[in-house]
């Protein structure tokens, strides 16, 4: 009986000492984005945030969750174990320039931010883990007249300047 509760002991430690690992301690993010800047041709805008996290305690491999504007999607991990890859679309109406917060939770407070959103609980009451802000300029959507438009508009113009100077003319 003495081995058995020994063995378990050590299980129990050795998971403990396995889940007790994977909390990041004072994170610190490093982070680039892209967005969309021509909008002429398309439909939505497309958002991507490539981050780096590094924990005091060198923890790697952390799986990660975003929360923006209230929408929740997992990190996908690139390269090495603490390069992140955050993206998502909005529609080119609905995207405003600015700035967009991306909160990132570890498992534990996703599964607290999950719990919030079910409750019906604000979601900024969950402590994320970092935030990494994303500027959107804005993009281009195309000129403001249509270049059909300008010729149609020129082609107009110069018929009443022909016209005017054959009155002239002929008067």
């Not at 305690?57 to 975003?66: C, D, K, R």
Request: proline share 4%; charged share 20%.
């Amino acid at each position: 009986m003495g081995n058995r509760s020994t063995f378990l002991s050590i299980c129990f430690l050795v998971l403990f000492t396995y889940t007790v690992a994977d909390v990041c301690t004072k994170p610190k993010v490093s982070a680039s984005a892209y967005t969309t800047q021509d909008a002429t041709v398309l439909t939505n805008i497309a958002f991507v945030a490539e981050l780096s996290l590094n924990c005091e305690n060198h923890v790697t491999g952390l799986p990660l969750y975003a929360e923006i504007n209230g929408r929740t999607l997992p990190a996908a991990r690139i390269g090495d174990d603490n390069k992140y890859q955050v993206s998502w679309t909005e529609d080119v109406k609905k995207a405003k320039s600015g700035d967009y917060s991306i909160n990132l939770y570890d498992e534990e407070g996703y599964a607290a931010l999950r719990k919030a959103l079910r409750s019906g609980e604000d979601p900024s009451s969950v402590k994320s883990l970092v935030t990494v802000v994303v500027n959107y300029p804005g993009a281009y959507q195309g000129p403001w007249v249509n270049s059909e438009f300008m010729a149609a508009i020129l082609s107009v113009l110069v018929w009443y300047l022909a016209f005017t100077a054959r009155s002239k003319l002929l008067a």
